[in-house]
């Protein structure tokens, strides 16, 4: 962790949320022991706010017999992957589009989806022309008077490539086979199980949707996002309402959000902002009249029915399921299009092997 003092700032993620004792514990981004911090440490008093996996900047202080070490001054930094404060920390990101017309562009978060506005002047070293799509860069997060976010003082990382004709052999990728990436593709899935970051379980989540196979599937702009579900999707004559948590003991949670996930799926059609490649947001219009309707909350524990409120049934949906249909899916030699929604689907409604 470097020289350890009272002023000096660090940067970490909120590891644990202790509420009954308004404490928690920190973990540094330089992987050392979890550090114990108490509310009264939380600055602009945001530790009612505080989630598992919101990233945290901090000072070090000592207990009274000089061993014992804890988090103070804590500065939440970017809660639930939604909101920013002005701050001098370096974050790292990478490049996602480029106007060139307009010498300017979005940089996007590692570990969100966030996208950060930049022009070129904050580009150092003039580097701004060299800067091509997925470049690593790090940067400073500024703020208008508006409340807008941009990045700033951006920082290129530069890698250099590897030359295939010079490289040893040893590291030059090796022929894979069908099998392999099957099971790698799996193996890779399954560690959605530790992440401990809201926003990524949720993208992560959408993203194994999308390899099982959902053709119609929508994921909420996360700007414009607070009370509302993470997506929504049709398959055949199911349409799912759903929402991620990493929460243990959700139900009381969100019981207020899944009657509007209720009443909202009880419309004959839903409208929701999408976000295009270009950044642009769109409106979208689904009928959903004469459908199945269901609302799925999609977590790390076990798959279940919660309730059932006429028409539409809740469900806890558990990730590991998910990941199982998905190699359900991956083995069968044989896809049609309704084959996910009359039979890996369905799966959800009996007992599936852990």
């Keep these: 962790m470097g020289e350890i003092s009272e002023t000096n700032r660090f940067q970490g993620r909120v590891a644990k949320i202790l509420s009954y004792k308004r404490a928690g514990f920190i973990s540094p981004d330089d992987k050392n022991e979890r550090l114990y911090f108490v509310a009264s440490e939380v600055k602009n008093d945001k530790f009612d706010t505080m989630k598992q996996g919101d990233i945290v900047t901090f000072t070090i202080g000592k207990g009274k017999e000089g061993t014992l070490l804890f988090a103070n001054q804590v500065e939440l930094i970017i809660e639930g992957e939604h909101?920013?404060?002005?701050?001098?920390?370096?974050?790292?990101?990478?490049?996602?589009?480029?106007?060139?017309?307009?010498?300017?562009?979005?940089?996007?978060?590692?570990?969100?989806?966030?996208?950060?506005?930049?022009?070129?002047?904050?580009?150092?070293?003039?580097?701004?022309?060299?800067?091509?799509?997925?470049?690593?860069?790090?940067?400073?997060?500024?703020e208008s008077e508006d409340g807008r976010r941009f990045a700033n003082r951006i920082q290129l990382i530069d890698v250099d490539p590897i030359d295939q004709n010079e490289a040893p052999a040893e590291l030059l990728p090796s022929p894979i086979t069908c099998d392999e990436l099957k099971h790698q593709i799996i193996e890779q899935f399954k560690r959605i199980v530790h992440t401990t970051s809201s926003s990524e379980f949720e993208d992560l989540t959408f993203l194994l949707l999308k390899n099982l196979g959902i053709h119609y599937l929508y994921q909420y702009d996360k700007r414009n996002q607070a009370g509302r579900a993470d997506g929504f999707f049709i398959i055949g004559n199911l349409a799912v309402m759903y929402d991620c948590t990493l929460r243990d003991g959700f139900e009381e949670y969100k019981k207020d959000q899944i009657e509007n996930y209720i009443n909202k799926l009880e419309q004959a059609q839903l409208t929701f902002n999408i976000r295009a490649s270009d950044g642009v947001q769109k409106k979208k219009t689904l009928r959903i009249d004469g459908k199945s309707k269901q609302v799925w909350i999609i977590t790390l524990g076990q798959t279940r029915e919660i309730s059932d409120y006429g028409n539409i049934k809740v469900k806890e949906v558990s990730i590991n399921h998910l990941i199982w249909l998905l190699q359900e899916r991956l083995n069968r030699d044989v896809i049609e299009e309704d084959d996910l929604a009359l039979n890996l689907l369905s799966r959800i409604e009996k007992v599936i092997p852990a």
């Design 83 to 142: 909101r920013y404060s002005a701050t001098q920390t370096r974050f790292h990101g990478h490049v996602k589009i480029i106007f060139t017309n307009k010498r300017s562009g979005y940089i996007t978060l590692d570990g969100s989806t966030k996208d950060l506005y930049f022009i070129a002047k904050e580009v150092e070293d003039n580097k701004v022309e060299t800067l091509k799509v997925g470049d690593a860069v790090t940067f400073t997060i500024g």
